[in-house]
Nanobody
Framework: QVHLVESGGGTVQPGGSLRLSCAASGTFSDNEPMAWYRQAPGKTFLERELVAFIVSSTTTGYDDSVKGRFTISRDNDKNTIYLQMNSLTPDDTAVYYC????????????????WGQGTQVTVSS
């Protein structure tokens, strides 16, 4: 059983930055694949989109919409992953969730039930 707690969301103006954190506790291994997803307003749970995933410091992946703006990282000593978000736009407005999953053939697979409660990010002038 893994418990995930996201934090760091808030309201920023376009062009601003935020850093999200996701702390994991419970039965958890170093370098276990993890990811950030987001659920935009009006979208359902099934429509959450993968933003970024991380397996190790050298194995990461990003959605095209955030490449060059977002950076995912992890601190295994703290069982925490981060999402540094720069140059935010209103299209980035969403609830951001972290997930523990699996990774194979360059694909991240979310694990059902391994979600945090989410943190709201709002980008608005």
């Amino acid at each position: 059983q893994v418990h995930l707690v996201e934090s760091g969301g808030g309201t920023v103006q376009p062009g601003g930055s935020l850093r999200l954190s996701c702390a994991a506790s419970g039965t958890f291994s170093d370098n276990e694949p993890m990811a950030w997803y987001r659920q935009a307003p009006g979208k359902t749970f099934l429509e959450r989109e993968l933003v970024a995933f991380i397996v190790s410091s050298t194995t990461t992946g990003y959605d095209d919409s955030v490449k060059g703006r977002f950076t995912i990282s992890r601190d295994n000593d703290k069982n925490t992953i981060y999402l540094q978000m720069n140059s935010l736009t209103p299209d980035d407005t969403a609830v951001y969730y972290c997930n523990v999953g699996s990774y194979s053939d360059n694909i991240y697979f979310p694990r059902a039930g391994y979600w945090g409660q989410g943190t709201q990010v709002t980008v608005s002038s």
